[in-house]
């Protein structure tokens, strides 16, 4: 049995594995059921590992390209199937995203190798990336022996191309591809504030049956532009977003992710027991 499928009407509550974390758990582990770790930290530290002997992991991946033109290595795949088998996580949280592109094909260079983007970009919006995120699963999701669900991304400026919203764009995807989906509540208002859209409404037409992981972070706004930030607290307006969203979504698990660096003790503690209440329904 896996840690996380214990049956339980209570949501799980777990931290983003960072810096502060593991001070936090030394003094307050009663507090948190799971720690989310990156499947990237795990490949090249694996001595990472070693916190499933005392708390249960949950695999967080950004290396899938799932919603990109350019399909990840084998040696990738593999990999993050060890690490599934390996942590005994009960799903794996992928962005719904792309971090490899074609190469520069220059007259000189027509067989140049794959771009490594090193991070996430939200992709096209439009037909043809749903249908390349049909195939892209349908090639993965068989691998891992666990469930893959994709994260809703931050969108920064207009995708060129695109021919829908981010919303209409992550709800099309998991009915096509009947995929569970992991709700980030930060990448929701970041994309409402950057599209001028309504984060309230635009959280009512999403799929909220489908969410299986929510996470919860911080922002920034800087050049007119609001950035994920995990290096600061969640604003308060996220939280009464979680409240609303919990009036639908039944989540298995929800995230605090501030692991870009260690939040003062306090404040973590403050919102690890206010996001408890809320999945209390308090």
């Not at 989906?181 to 909220?208: F, K, Q, V, W």
């Not at 299986?212 to 972070?217: A, K, L, P």
């Amino acid at each position: 049995m896996r840690y996380l499928d214990r049956p339980t009407d209570r949501p799980h509550l777990g931290l983003a594995h960072g810096p502060g974390v593991m001070a936090f758990l030394q003094g307050h582990g009663e507090m948190v059921d799971y720690v989310e770790a990156p499947f990237e930290q795990l490949r090249h530290t694996p001595e990472l590992g070693r916190l499933q002997e005392t708390i249960p992991l949950v695999l967080h991946c950004a290396s899938l390209s799932i919603a990109g033109f350019v399909p990840p290595t084998e040696e990738t795949v593999a990999a993050i199937q060890r690490e599934a088998e390996r942590t005994r996580t009960p799903w794996i949280g992928e962005h719904l995203a792309f971090v490899s592109a074609d190469g520069i094909h220059e007259e000189a260079d027509r067989d140049s190798a794959p771009t490594n983007l090193t991070f996430t970009l939200c992709p096209q919006l439009s037909e043809e990336t749903i249908e390349r995120v049909a195939e892209n699963l349908e090639g993965v999701r068989g691998r891992f022996g666990v469930p893959l669900i994709l994260e809703n991304s931050p969108q920064y400026y207009p995708v060129p191309g695109s021919t829908m919203g981010l919303t209409e764009f992550v709800a099309r995807v998991a009915e096509r591809c009947d995929v569970d989906l992991l709700l980030d509540l930060s990448h929701l208002m970041i994309t409402a504030a950057n599209t001028g859209t309504d984060a309230e409404a635009e959280l009512e037409r999403l799929p909220l049956e489908r969410v299986v992981e929510m996470h919860i972070s911080g922002m920034s706004t800087e050049g007119g532009v609001t950035w994920d930030d995990h290096a600061a607290p969640a604003p308060e307006e996220e939280f009464q977003l979680l409240r609303r969203a919990l009036r639908r979504a039944k989540p298995r698990a929800l995230t605090l992710e501030y692991n870009w660096s260690a939040l003062p003790e306090g404040v973590m503690r403050a919102h690890v027991l206010k996001a408890r209440r809320l999945l209390d329904g308090q």
